[in-house]
Protein backbone atom coordinates (compact mmCIF):
# COMPACT_ATOMS: atom_id res chain seq x y z
CA UNK A 1 0.00 0.00 0.00
CA UNK A 2 0.51 3.50 -0.54
CA UNK A 3 3.65 4.75 2.44
CA UNK A 4 5.56 7.97 3.64
CA UNK A 5 8.82 7.60 5.39
CA UNK A 6 10.43 10.80 6.98
CA UNK A 7 14.13 11.09 8.40
CA UNK A 8 14.05 10.59 12.19
CA UNK A 9 14.32 13.26 14.30
CA UNK A 10 15.05 15.35 16.41
CA UNK A 11 16.92 17.40 13.86
CA UNK A 12 18.74 20.47 15.89
CA UNK A 13 19.66 23.56 14.51
CA UNK A 14 20.62 27.15 15.31
CA UNK A 15 19.11 29.91 14.22
CA UNK A 16 19.75 30.79 10.95
CA UNK A 17 21.08 27.26 9.84
CA UNK A 18 19.81 25.34 6.42
CA UNK A 19 17.27 22.84 7.13
CA UNK A 20 16.61 19.64 5.20
CA UNK A 21 13.98 17.19 6.04
CA UNK A 22 13.76 14.19 3.97
CA UNK A 23 10.47 12.46 2.81
CA UNK A 24 10.34 9.44 0.56
CA UNK A 25 6.83 8.04 -0.61
CA UNK A 26 5.55 5.01 -2.26
CA UNK A 27 2.34 5.01 -4.04
CA UNK A 28 0.40 3.88 -7.46
CA UNK A 29 -0.56 6.44 -9.21
CA UNK A 30 0.55 10.22 -9.06
CA UNK A 31 -0.33 11.59 -5.52
CA UNK A 32 -0.71 15.09 -4.56
CA UNK A 33 1.72 15.53 -1.75
CA UNK A 34 2.11 17.94 1.55
CA UNK A 35 3.97 19.09 4.65
CA UNK A 36 1.99 19.71 7.59
CA UNK A 37 3.30 21.29 10.76
CA UNK A 38 2.31 20.97 14.04
CA UNK A 39 3.13 22.95 17.14
CA UNK A 40 3.62 21.89 20.68
CA UNK A 41 -0.19 20.91 22.01
CA UNK A 42 -1.90 22.17 18.91
CA UNK A 43 -3.72 20.99 15.56
CA UNK A 44 -1.80 20.64 12.03
CA UNK A 45 -1.57 23.07 9.37
CA UNK A 46 -1.01 22.65 5.83
CA UNK A 47 2.63 24.20 5.09
CA UNK A 48 2.79 23.97 1.65
CA UNK A 49 1.67 21.41 -0.95
CA UNK A 50 2.43 20.04 -4.56
CA UNK A 51 -0.09 18.01 -7.28
CA UNK A 52 1.82 16.64 -9.69
CA UNK A 53 5.82 16.32 -10.70
CA UNK A 54 8.40 18.90 -10.30
CA UNK A 55 5.84 21.53 -9.11
CA UNK A 56 7.32 23.19 -6.31
CA UNK A 57 5.26 24.12 -3.07
CA UNK A 58 6.50 26.88 -1.09
CA UNK A 59 5.32 28.88 2.16
CA UNK A 60 6.71 30.94 5.05
CA UNK A 61 10.54 30.96 3.48
CA UNK A 62 10.10 27.07 3.18
CA UNK A 63 10.08 24.89 -0.10
CA UNK A 64 9.56 21.20 -1.33
CA UNK A 65 9.72 19.47 -5.07
CA UNK A 66 7.55 17.02 -6.10
CA UNK A 67 10.28 14.69 -7.75
CA UNK A 68 8.87 11.82 -9.35
CA UNK A 69 11.65 9.81 -10.46
CA UNK A 70 13.39 9.55 -6.74
CA UNK A 71 9.63 9.66 -5.36
CA UNK A 72 10.41 12.51 -3.05
CA UNK A 73 9.24 15.57 -1.28
CA UNK A 74 11.96 17.14 0.68
CA UNK A 75 11.33 20.01 2.98
CA UNK A 76 14.03 23.04 2.58
CA UNK A 77 14.60 26.41 4.81
CA UNK A 78 17.51 28.84 4.07
CA UNK A 79 17.48 30.36 7.21
CA UNK A 80 15.52 28.62 10.18
CA UNK A 81 14.43 30.28 12.96
CA UNK A 82 13.65 29.70 16.68
CA UNK A 83 9.77 29.86 16.08
CA UNK A 84 10.28 26.92 13.52
CA UNK A 85 10.80 24.92 15.96
CA UNK A 86 7.63 22.41 16.04
CA UNK A 87 6.92 18.68 13.91
CA UNK A 88 6.61 18.62 10.35
CA UNK A 89 4.69 15.45 8.77
CA UNK A 90 5.07 14.83 5.35
CA UNK A 91 1.87 13.25 3.95
CA UNK A 92 0.77 11.90 0.27
CA UNK A 93 -3.75 11.86 -0.65
CA UNK A 94 -4.17 8.31 -1.24
CA UNK A 95 -7.16 6.83 -3.45
CA UNK A 96 -10.32 8.27 -4.07
CA UNK A 97 -11.36 9.13 -0.86
CA UNK A 98 -8.91 12.07 -0.13
CA UNK A 99 -7.18 9.61 2.48
CA UNK A 100 -3.83 11.41 3.73
CA UNK A 101 -0.96 8.88 4.50
CA UNK A 102 1.11 11.06 6.93
CA UNK A 103 4.96 9.68 7.67
CA UNK A 104 5.84 9.15 11.38
CA UNK A 105 6.64 13.30 11.76
CA UNK A 106 10.22 15.04 12.49
CA UNK A 107 10.83 17.10 15.45
CA UNK A 108 12.95 20.67 14.68
CA UNK A 109 14.44 22.23 17.32
CA UNK A 110 16.16 25.85 16.76
CA UNK A 111 18.24 27.52 19.29
CA UNK A 112 19.26 30.79 19.24
CA UNK B 1 -13.45 33.22 11.15
CA UNK B 2 -14.30 29.75 9.80
CA UNK B 3 -12.73 26.96 11.09
CA UNK B 4 -13.00 23.42 12.97
CA UNK B 5 -14.00 23.27 16.83
CA UNK B 6 -12.71 20.27 18.90
CA UNK B 7 -13.84 20.42 22.60
CA UNK B 8 -12.58 19.37 25.12
CA UNK B 9 -8.90 20.15 25.02
CA UNK B 10 -8.33 17.77 27.20
CA UNK B 11 -10.79 14.73 28.64
CA UNK B 12 -9.72 12.27 31.46
CA UNK B 13 -11.88 9.14 31.92
CA UNK B 14 -12.05 6.17 33.44
CA UNK B 15 -11.08 3.07 32.14
CA UNK B 16 -14.75 0.99 30.75
CA UNK B 17 -16.21 4.28 30.03
CA UNK B 18 -17.48 5.25 26.85
CA UNK B 19 -16.73 8.96 25.81
CA UNK B 20 -17.21 11.04 23.00
CA UNK B 21 -15.36 13.56 21.36
CA UNK B 22 -16.80 16.37 19.63
CA UNK B 23 -15.77 18.13 15.95
CA UNK B 24 -17.33 21.12 14.68
CA UNK B 25 -16.79 22.93 11.38
CA UNK B 26 -17.84 26.15 9.76
CA UNK B 27 -15.98 26.14 6.57
CA UNK B 28 -19.03 24.39 4.72
CA UNK B 29 -17.00 21.07 4.05
CA UNK B 30 -18.87 17.69 3.14
CA UNK B 31 -15.81 15.73 4.17
CA UNK B 32 -14.59 15.25 7.98
CA UNK B 33 -12.19 12.91 9.60
CA UNK B 34 -11.08 11.78 12.69
CA UNK B 35 -7.17 10.83 13.41
CA UNK B 36 -5.38 9.06 16.53
CA UNK B 37 -1.97 10.46 17.14
CA UNK B 38 0.47 8.80 19.54
CA UNK B 39 3.64 10.08 20.28
CA UNK B 40 6.72 9.50 18.14
CA UNK B 41 4.20 8.60 15.40
CA UNK B 42 2.36 9.80 12.26
CA UNK B 43 -1.49 10.29 12.33
CA UNK B 44 -3.76 7.39 11.71
CA UNK B 45 -7.16 7.35 10.03
CA UNK B 46 -9.97 5.75 12.55
CA UNK B 47 -13.16 6.95 10.22
CA UNK B 48 -14.06 9.37 7.72
CA UNK B 49 -17.54 10.62 6.37
CA UNK B 50 -17.39 12.53 2.57
CA UNK B 51 -21.71 13.30 3.24
CA UNK B 52 -24.43 13.48 6.12
CA UNK B 53 -25.47 9.93 7.29
CA UNK B 54 -22.70 8.12 5.37
CA UNK B 55 -19.70 7.89 6.93
CA UNK B 56 -16.36 4.75 6.49
CA UNK B 57 -13.80 2.85 8.32
CA UNK B 58 -10.28 3.68 8.39
CA UNK B 59 -7.35 2.02 9.39
CA UNK B 60 -7.55 1.51 13.06
CA UNK B 61 -12.13 1.85 13.20
CA UNK B 62 -12.00 -0.64 16.21
CA UNK B 63 -13.20 0.11 19.34
CA UNK B 64 -14.39 3.59 18.22
CA UNK B 65 -17.94 4.89 16.43
CA UNK B 66 -19.18 7.93 14.98
CA UNK B 67 -21.63 9.48 13.69
CA UNK B 68 -22.63 12.09 10.79
CA UNK B 69 -26.24 13.17 11.35
CA UNK B 70 -25.80 17.06 10.49
CA UNK B 71 -23.23 18.24 8.10
CA UNK B 72 -21.51 20.34 11.14
CA UNK B 73 -20.64 18.14 13.01
CA UNK B 74 -18.48 14.67 13.24
CA UNK B 75 -18.84 13.01 16.81
CA UNK B 76 -16.24 10.39 17.61
CA UNK B 77 -17.08 7.70 20.60
CA UNK B 78 -14.03 5.90 22.34
CA UNK B 79 -15.90 3.07 23.59
CA UNK B 80 -14.52 0.55 26.17
CA UNK B 81 -13.80 -1.94 23.34
CA UNK B 82 -10.84 0.49 22.49
CA UNK B 83 -7.79 -1.56 23.98
CA UNK B 84 -5.30 1.91 24.33
CA UNK B 85 -7.57 5.12 24.21
CA UNK B 86 -4.94 7.14 25.53
CA UNK B 87 -4.03 9.60 22.49
CA UNK B 88 -4.35 12.88 21.15
CA UNK B 89 -7.37 12.86 18.88
CA UNK B 90 -7.19 15.37 15.68
CA UNK B 91 -10.70 16.12 13.54
CA UNK B 92 -10.08 17.19 9.90
CA UNK B 93 -12.42 18.30 7.43
CA UNK B 94 -12.45 18.91 3.37
CA UNK B 95 -13.75 19.44 0.73
CA UNK B 96 -15.82 17.16 -1.99
CA UNK B 97 -15.79 16.03 -4.86
CA UNK B 98 -12.42 14.85 -4.00
CA UNK B 99 -9.61 16.14 -6.31
CA UNK B 100 -5.80 16.97 -6.68
CA UNK B 101 -4.94 18.97 -3.74
CA UNK B 102 -7.54 19.17 -2.02
CA UNK B 103 -5.90 19.83 1.65
CA UNK B 104 -7.29 18.90 4.74
CA UNK B 105 -8.03 21.39 7.84
CA UNK B 106 -7.08 20.51 11.14
CA UNK B 107 -8.52 21.27 14.49
CA UNK B 108 -6.56 21.67 17.50
CA UNK B 109 -7.22 18.31 18.62
CA UNK B 110 -8.79 16.71 22.06
CA UNK B 111 -6.33 14.99 24.21
CA UNK B 112 -8.20 12.00 25.80
CA UNK B 113 -6.55 10.05 28.84
CA UNK B 114 -7.81 6.76 30.29
CA UNK B 115 -6.55 5.73 33.43
Known amino acids: GDSVTQMEGPVTLSEEAFLTINCTYTATGYPSLFWYVQYPGEGLQLLLK?????DKGSNKGFEATYRKETTSFHLEKGSVQVSDSAVYFC???????????FGAGTRLAVHP | DGGITQSPKYLFRKEGQNVTLSCEQNLNHDAMYWYRQDPGQGLRLIYY???????QKGDIAEGYSVSREKKESFPLTVTSAQKNPTAFYLCASSIVPVGQGNEQYFGPGTRLTVT
Open chain 2, 49 to 55: SQIVNDF
Open chain 1, 50 to 54: ATKAD
Open chain 1, 91 to 101: ALLSGGYNKLI
